[in-house]
C-alpha cells in the first residue's frame, strides 16, 4: 500500500469510529426500516407512515366532510396512530403524550353531532403531531 492510499484509508477509518462516537451507534446509514417497540418486537415503518399518508386525506375530508369522516378515520389510521405513540413513548415521551392528546381532541371532534367547525384544523393538528413524532423516530414523515 502507498503512503497517499495508508492516509486516505486511515482517514476513513477514523472518520468512521469518529461517527459512531458521535450517536453513530453502529446503525446502517440511512432512516430506519423498523422501529423496536419493547415487549413487542420490531415494526415495519412503512406501517406508520402508511397511517401518516392516510392523514392527509383524513385532513382534507375533515375539513370538506367532517361528518362523514368517522368511520374513515377508525377503520384506517386509528390503530397505527396509537401504535406510532407506543413506539415513541421509550425515547420521546414528549411527543407521544403530545400526539395522544391531539387525538383525544381530533376523536371528541369527529364523534360529535354535528361535528365543529374547528375539526378541519383539529385534523391538521393531528397530522402535524404524526409529522413531528415520525421526525423524532428519525422517520420522514410522507408529503401531502
Not at 367532517?66 to 396512530?81: E, K, Q, W
Amino acid at each position: 500500500m502507498t503512503g497517499a492510499r495508508r492516509t486516505v484509508v486511515a482517514g476513513l477509518v477514523a472518520l468512521a469510529v469518529a461517527g459512531a462516537g458521535c450517536g453513530g451507534g453502529g446503525h446502517p446509514a440511512g432512516p430506519p426500516t423498523e422501529l423496536p417497540l419493547p415487549g413487542a418486537g420490531n415494526i415495519p415503518v412503512s406501517q406508520v407512515t402508511t397511517a401518516a399518508s392516510q392523514m392527509c386525506g383524513i385532513v382534507a375530508q375533515s375539513r370538506s366532510d367532517p361528518g362523514g369522516v368517522l368511520r374513515p378515520f377508525y377503520a384506517g389510521p386509528h390503530d397505527s396512530l396509537h401504535l406510532l405513540a407506543a413506539l415513541a413513548n421509550a425515547k420521546h415521551p414528549a411527543q407521544a403524550q403530545t400526539l395522544l392528546n391531539v387525538m383525544l381532541t381530533y376523536e371528541a371532534a369527529i364523534a360529535a353531532t354535528p361535528p365543529p367547525a374547528a375539526t378541519g384544523a383539529d385534523a391538521a393538528a393531528l397530522l402535524a403531531a404524526v409529522d413531528t413524532t415520525l421526525t423524532a423516530l428519525g422517520v420522514a414523515a410522507p408529503a401531502c
